[in-house]
C-alpha cells in the first residue's frame, strides 16, 4: 500500500498502548486498507463492469464469456489507475496498477484450482453409490448405468500398490536423509544433486525403467508389485528431500547432549534424531503417498487395467485409480466416461485428506521434547 | 572404580563397530540414489540400443514420422511438439507464477499468505489425470472462442495460423493445462528467494521514498533473479515430462505442429503412454530410445535448475 495519511484511527486497537496519549491521529499508514481505498476498489470494480456491459453486450455485436471477463478486467485496471491518479498522483497510480495486476493474475492459480475442484465434484457425486467401494467392474455390460458396479478393483489396487511403494521407500528415503544430515562425506553433494534431479523424472520414464530392467528380463511379470517399484522411484526423491529438511532442524544441543553423554552416533540417530522427527517423518511419508497416488503412467506400462479385483500385486494386471480414470475416458462408452469422474472425485477426496492430514502431523509438536521444533512450517511472511 | 574403567574401555571399544555400521549402512542408502539414476539410463540405453542400432542416432534424432514396423522412425517431430508444448507452458505460467509469489511474499498479510500457500501447494497434489480430464471437458470449449480470436487476429504470426478449423486438442490447451500443473513449482521457488531479499534494502527503498511497486522492481526481483529462472528451467523439465494430462487433452498427431492453436499436439511422454499397448518388441524399444531422449532431456534441465536454485536460496529451499 501507499504511504498515505490514516482517517481517524480505526486500528488503534491493534496497538497495545497503556495509559499514555492515543496515537496521533494523522500518523502515517503504512499497511492496511483506509475507507477511501476500499470505495476506490469497489467504485473501479462496479463501474467498470457497468462500461463493459454498456459497450460489449448492448452496444456491439459481442457476447458472453471469456471475453467479457477480459475486456472487463482491462477496464478495471483503467479506471482503477484513473481514480488512483486523481487523488493521489501519477506514482502512486502506478503502484495501484502494479498492485492490482500482480494481485489479480496470481489469483488465476486459485480461480484454476478451484474451477477444477468445483468441477470434479460437480460431475463426479451424480453416480457415486456406496457400491462403487465394495463392487467391481466384471461383467458389468457396457449398456448399464454409470452407477452399476464400482471402482473396488481400482481401490484395491492403489492401497496395495502405493503400500508396497511406501514400504520400500519410506526406510530407504529416511535412511538417504540421515545420511545427507548427519554422515555426507565425499558423495554428498552429487546425492543432493541427483536427489533433485530425480525428483524431475516423469513417472512414465519411472514406469519404462522398471519396464526395461525387470519385465523385458522376465524377472518380474507384468503386475502390481512393478508398478509399486516404478512408484518408489517417484516417491523416494519427496520422502528424502521432506525428511532432511525436517531431521535438519532437530536442534544441535539435543545431538550434542547425547554425545556428550557418550552415545554413539548411531544411537543418537536412533534415540533422539528419529523420535523428536517423528511427526515431521509421517509428513514426508504422507507428502509421498499423495505424490504417487494420482499417477496413472506406471500402471499404463507396468500393469496393464483389469475390470476385476486382483488381490495378488505380484501376479496378473492390477488396476488402481489414476488407471482407471485413464482407461473409462479413452473408453467409448458414455457410462465409463461418467464413471471417469466419480472416480476422480474419489481420488481427488482421497488426495484432499491426505493432504490435511500432512499439515495436521506437521504441527503437532513432537513428542518427547519440549521445543516447538517445526516453527518453521508455521512461517507466516516476511520476517 | 575399576570395574567403571573396564566398562568404560568396554564401551570405547563397541562404540566405533557399532557407528561403523550405521554410516556404512547410510553411505549405502545414499549411495542407491547414484546408482539407481545410473542404472535408469543405463537399462533404458540397454534396451534402446536395437532401435538405435537400426536407424542410428542422428537418424532417430531428426525422423519426423513413427512407423517402427518400417523401420523409420524418430523422435524429430515428437521433441519438436514436446517442446512447443513446454514453451507455450511457460509462456503462460512464468507471469502468473511470479504474480502468485509476489502476492504471497509482498502483498498478502500473513494470514492469507499462507492460505494461498496451501492451496498453490494443493494445486501441486492434485493428480495429472484430474487434470487432464478436466482440461478436455471443462477448458476445451471455453477457450475456444480465445483459440478463434487469437486465429482471427493474429494469424500473421505463423505460430497462429491455423489449417483446419478445429481447435480441439491444440498444443495451446495442452500447455495451459500443464501451465496450471508447473506454476505450483515456479512459485514456490519464486516466492522462497524473494522472502530472502534482504529487508535492509527493501526498507532502504521505501525510505528513499520509493513505493511498493518500485521496492519490488529495484530490489525484490533483481535479488530474486537466480530463483526464477532456476525455477523456470524446474518448471520446464517438468512440463516436458507431463504425460497423463497431456494424453487425454491433445489429439496426437505424428507430424511437426507449429500452429499451436490447431488441433493435433504431441510430447515424447505423451507418445509413450499412447502408442504403448499396440507395440511391438521394435516399436518398445523405439519407445525406450524416446524415453531416453526425454531422460536427458529432464536430467540435464533439472540439474542445471537444481545448482542455479540452490546458488541462489541457501538452507533448505522448497521441498517440491
Known amino acids: ?383 | 572404580m575399576a570395574g567403571t574403567g573396564s566398562k568404560l574401555i568396554d564401551f570405547e571399544v563397541r562404540r566405533p563397530r557399532q557407528d561403523v555400521i550405521f554410516r556404512a549402512t547410510a553411505r549405502v542408502a545414499g549411495a542407491m540414489t547414484l546408482a539407481l539414476m545410473a542404472v535408469i539410463f543405463v537399462a533404458l540405453l540397454v534396451r534402446s540400443y536395437r532401435a538405435l542400432h537400426l536407424v542410428g542416432i542422428g537418424k532417430f534424432l531428426t525422423t519426423q514420422q513413427w512407423v517402427p514396423e518400417a523401420g523409420k522412425f524418430g523422435v524429430g517431430s515428437l521433441l519438436f511438439n514436446t517442446v512447443m508444448i513446454g514453451v507455450v507452458a511457460l509462456v503462460i505460467a512464468v507471469p502468473v507464477s511470479l504474480c502468485a509469489a509476489l502476492l504471497i511474499s509482498e502483498y498478502s498479510p500473513p494470514a492469507v499468505s499462507s492460505a494461498l500457500k496451501t492451496l498453490v501447494e494443493l494445486l501441486a497434489a492434485m493428480p495429472s489425470v484430474v487434470f487432464g480430464y478436466w482440461g478436455l471437458e471443462y477448458l476445451t470449449p471455453r477457450i475456444r472462442p480465445l483459440s478463434q480470436w487469437l486465429a482471427n487476429h493474429l494469424a500473421f504470426l505463423p505460430i497462429f495460423k491455423v489449417t483446419s478449423s478445429s481447435f480441439a486438442g491444440s498444443t495451446f490447451i495442452a500447455g495451459i493445462v500443464v501451465a496450471l500443473m508447473v506454476s505450483p513449482v515456479l512459485t514456490a521457488v519464486a516466492q522462497e528467494v524473494f522472502f530472502q531479499a534482504p529487508s535492509g534494502q527493501r526498507e532502504a527503498a521505501l525510505a528513499l521514498g520509493g513505493t511498493k511497486w518500485g521496492m519490488i522492481r529495484k530490489v525484490v526481483l533483481p535479488f530474486g533473479r537466480g530463483g526464477i529462472v532456476g525455477g523456470t528451467m524446474l518448471a520446464f523439465g517438468r512440463a516436458v515430462g507431463e504425460t497423463v494430462a497431456v494424453v487425454v487433452v491433445i489429439s496426437a498427431t505424428a507430424t511437426r505442429q507449429v500452429h499451436i492453436l490447431q488441433s493435433g499436439a504431441n510430447s515424447i511422454s505423451a507418445w509413450i503412454a499412447e502408442t504403448w499397448g499396440e507395440s511391438n518388441p521394435i516399436g518398445i524399444s523405439a519407445l525406450m530410445a524416446a524415453g531416453l531422449t526425454l531422460f536427458l532431456l529432464t536430467l540435464i534441465v533439472n540439474a542445471a535448475a537444481s545448482v542455479i536454485v540452490n546458488r541462489t536460496a541457501k538452507a533448505g529451499g522448497p521441498s517440491l
Not at chain 1, 25 to 40: F, N, P, T
Request: hydrophobic share 50%; net charge positive.
Open chain 1, 1 to 383: 500500500m501507499t504511504v498515505q495519511h490514516a482517517s481517524p484511527a480505526p486500528d488503534t486497537a491493534t496497538r497495545p498502548h497503556s495509559g499514555g496519549p492515543p496515537p496521533r491521529s494523522d500518523r502515517l499508514r503504512l499497511r492496511g486498507w483506509s475507507r477511501a481505498d476500499v470505495a476506490e476498489l469497489a467504485g473501479a470494480l462496479l463501474g467498470s463492469f457497468a462500461l463493459t456491459w454498456l459497450v460489449y453486450e448492448e452496444l456491439t455485436t459481442l457476447s458472453g464469456g471469456l471475453g467479457f471477463v477480459v475486456c472487463w478486467f482491462f477496464a478495471f485496471l483503467v479506471t482503477y489507475w484513473a481514480m488512483a491518479r486523481n487523488r493521489l498522483g501519477a506514482g502512486a497510480a502506478g503502484d495501484r496498477l502494479a498492485a492490482a495486476t500482480v494481485a489479480s493474475v496470481g489469483l488465476l492459480l486459485v480461480v484454476g484450482l478451484v474451477a477444477m475442484l468445483v468441477y470434479v465434484v460437480a460431475k463426479g457425486y451424480h453416480a457415486l453409490r456406496p457400491q462403487f467401494f465394495t463392487k467391481d467392474q466384471y461383467g458389468v455390460s457396457p449398456l448399464a448405468k454409470p452407477t452399476a458396479g464400482g471402482g473396488l478393483a481400482a481401490i484395491v489396487g492403489s492401497v496395495e500398490q502405493v503400500g508396497l511403494a511406501t514400504v520400500i521407500s519410506l526406510p530407504l528415503g529416511i535412511a538417504t536423509a540421515v545420511f545427507l544430515t548427519e554422515v555426507r562425506g565425499r558423495i554428498g553433494r552429487p546425492v543432493r544433486l541427483l536427489t533433485d534431479a530425480m525428483s524431475g523424472i516423469p513417472s512414465v520414464l519411472a514406469g519404462l525403467f522398471i519396464f526395461a530392467l525387470l519385465i523385458l528380463s522376465h524377472v518380474l511379470p507384468q503386475s502390481g508389485f512393478a508398478v509399486s517399484l516404478a512408484l518408489t522411484i517417484s516417491m523416494l526423491p519427496t520422502i528424502t528431500r521432506t525428511s532432511e529438511v525436517v531431521l535438519r532442524v532437530v536442534p544441535g544441543d539435543l545431538r550434542e547432549a547425547s554425545y556428550a553423554l557418550g552415545g554413539s552416533e548411531w544411537r543418537t540417530v536412533r534415540r533422539i534424531l528419529l523420535p523428536t522427527a517423528r511427526n515431521g517423518l509421517i509428513t514426508a511419508a504422507i507428502l509421498g503417498v499423495a505424490r504417487v497416488v494420482g499417477e496413472a503412467a506406471p500402471g499404463i506400462i507396468d500393469a496393464g487395467s483389469s475390470p476385476k479385483v486382483n488381490w495378488n500385486p505380484f501376479k496378473g494386471p492390477q488396476e488402481n485409480l489414476p488407471l482407471m480414470i485413464y482407461e473409462d475416458i479413452k473408453s467409448s462408452v458414455p457410462a465409463d466416461n461418467i464413471r471417469a469422474w466419480t472416480a476422480a472425485l474419489v481420488l481427488v477426496f482421497l488426495v484432499l485428506v491426505l493432504f490435511v492430514a500432512a499439515r495436521a502431523i506437521a504441527r503437532r509438536r513432537p513428542g518427547g521434547t519440549r521445543r516447538p521444533v517445526f516453527r518453521f512450517l508455521d512461517r507466516k511472511g516476511p520476517s
